[in-house]
């Protein structure tokens, strides 16, 4: 099915001018006077389509441009060259209009008036984006009902725990009813229940109101749970983008066997095509790799040579996927620093 871009970046890049800094006291006086400066390239000619409806997983390692990204999205800063339209509209000339048709959270901080009780802060949103008073109830009463607001609207939003605080900046960032939602890692220090919580809330949002999500983050089970699509950026440049699905599918060489011994953990005389990746009290995790011999034939092989109690089968999650590729990359770092 072909959907309608609703994000477009072509060759986004954002540039930032870092001034040389000295160490030491003759450095700090150096620092004052000195013009000199470098430039680093936060993000790289990244070009993407992001569809209607879509609920995007924008991951990388720190300092990747995952937030740079964001803020070019969302109108916060301005690209040093390429093009984003964001629902036909390029965020930074048109902050205000964009506004009106996206949703932000930033986890690290709260979008809300800190001094405020979380009531007021709503208010005070319905103004900005002028709400009707029968929508806004309407959107309210919803949104309290999912995220369980009521009991949090007369605390000031400085005492709110990060649980609830989250709740409320969700709540406040879906209150004008946006198409497009902008989270970067908006389950960052939240506990089992509150990131179980967020997430059901997203999901709901993206599947009955189609409210196309972009989200950034460094917990792999929020993108195995929610994203149909990953997009990897490392050191500003895209290095995967595709179907969750189909990450898994093209990148994973190898299944997880999770083996149960009868009594004690045996050594293990292995195949090229085994790795014992852990081992635990009378079991042990092996890797499987592909090879000339199926899967089948291997598992009879142990229950033959070990007294085995159980065996069963894992594919990889998406997590081990990316940690997989970061490592390749930090590998053909190494290899290059090398050579150079
Ligand atoms: N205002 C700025 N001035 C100078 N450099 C910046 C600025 N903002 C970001 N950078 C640099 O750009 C790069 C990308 O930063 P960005 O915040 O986009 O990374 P990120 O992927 O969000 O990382 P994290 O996972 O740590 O949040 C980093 O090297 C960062 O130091
Ligand atoms: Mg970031």
Same mark, same amino acid.
């Given at each position: ?16 001018? %870092? $001034? ?5 006291? &003759? ?8 013009? #000199? ?53 390029? +965020? ?19 979008? &809300?008036?800190?001094?405020? +009780? ?11 984006? *002028?709400?009707?008073?029968? @929508?806004? @109830? ?12 009521? $009991?949090?609207?007369?605390? $000031? ?17 879906? &209150?004008?009813? +946006? ?6 890692? $908006? ?11 967020? *997430? ?29 699509? %990953? ?21 994973? *060489? ?37 090879? /000339? ?5 291997? %598992? ?8 085995? #109690? /159980? ?5 990889? @999650?998406?997590?081990? %996927?990316? @940690? ?9 770092? *190494?290899?290059?620093? #090398?050579?150079?």
């Amino acid at each position: 099915m072909i959907k309608e871009a609703l994000i477009r970046t072509v060759n986004l890049t954002r540039e930032f001018k %870092i $001034p040389e800094s000295k160490e030491g006291l &003759l450095g700090s006086i150096y620092n004052l006077f000195s013009r #000199k400066s470098s430039v680093k390239r936060a993000v790289d000619n990244v070009t993407f389509d992001i569809g209607v409806g879509e609920f995007v997983g924008y991951v990388g390692e720190n300092g990747a441009g995952k937030s740079t990204t964001i803020k070019m999205l969302t109108g916060i800063l301005t690209p040093t060259s390429g093009q984003v339209l964001v629902n036909g509209i390029a +965020p930074y000339e048109n902050r205000v209009q964009n506004a009106f048709n996206i949703g932000v959270v930033f986890g690290q901080r709260t979008q &809300l008036w800190w001094d405020l +009780p979380v009531r007021d802060s709503f208010d005070l949103l319905k103004s900005i984006y *002028r709400i009707p008073d029968d @929508k806004f @109830k309407r959107t309210y009463h919803d949104l309290a009902d999912t995220l369980d607001l009521d $009991p949090l609207t007369k605390v $000031p939003v400085r005492k709110l725990s990060l649980g609830q605080r989250m709740r409320c900046d969700l709540a406040a960032a879906m &209150l004008h009813n +946006p198409k497009i939602l902008f989270l970067d890692e $908006p389950t960052i220090g939240l506990d089992i229940i509150a990131k179980d919580n967020v *997430r059901r809330f997203l999901a709901r949002i993206n599947k009955t109101s189609e409210v196309t999500i972009i989200l950034t983050t460094h917990d792999m089970d929020d993108i195995e749970t929610l994203c149909d699509r %990953i997009i990897i950026i490392e050191e500003g440049k895209i290095a995967y983008d595709g179907a969750t699905e189909l990450l898994k599918r093209d990148y994973v *060489r190898y299944k997880i066997l999770e083996i149960e011994f009868h009594d004690h953990n045996p050594e293990f005389k292995l195949s090229p095509m085994l790795e014992v990746v852990k081992t635990e009290a009378n079991k042990k995790w092996l890797h499987f790799h592909q090879g /000339d011999r199926s899967i089948h034939d291997v %598992i009879s092989a142990l229950f033959r040579d070990y007294r085995i #109690k /159980d065996i069963s089968i894992h594919e990889p @999650k998406v997590g081990d %996927i990316v @940690k997989t590729i970061y490592e390749n990359r930090t590998q053909r770092r *190494r290899v290059t620093a #090398k050579d150079a």
